[in-house]
């Protein structure tokens, strides 16, 4: 089991920052990767980005991609996603969740919400 709390959510103007964080803690020793997934109202999730959680390899989407980035302390058990030049249709709940060997995401936090104004 691998447990998530994601946290840092909240208002913010067009072209503002936020920075989420994730704690992880459980069995992490399977954990190949953490990843940062949002869903606006009405949507379907979306991958946002990716770290690996031994060697640091970064991915991102397209759509955030110069905007974001991922990093992760893995002695510490965070991953955080820093989010600069904010725009409206970043608006969504953002989750975080761990990709386990042959098991894919199979651990998710409860999601926290970002809301960027106009």
């Known amino acids: 089991q691998v447990q998530l709390v994601e946290s840092g959510g909240g208002l913010v103007q067009a072209g503002g920052s936020l920075r989420l964080s994730c704690a992880v803690s459980?069995?992490?020793?399977?954990?190949?990767?953490l990843g940062w997934f949002r869903q606006a109202p009405g949507k379907e999730r979306e991958f946002v980005a990716r770290i690996t959680w031994n060697g640091g390899i970064e991915s991102y989407a397209d759509s955030v991609k110069g905007r974001f980035t991922i990093s992760r302390d893995s002695a510490k058990g965070t991953v955080s996603l820093q989010m600069n030049s904010l725009k409206p249709e970043d608006t969504a709940v953002y989750s975080c969740?761990?990709?386990?060997?042959?098991?894919?995401?199979?651990?998710w936090g409860q999601g926290t919400q970002v809301t960027v104004s106009s």
């Open positions: 969740a761990a990709h386990v060997l042959q098991r894919g995401y199979a651990y």
């Open positions: 459980g069995r992490t020793s399977s954990t190949y990767a």
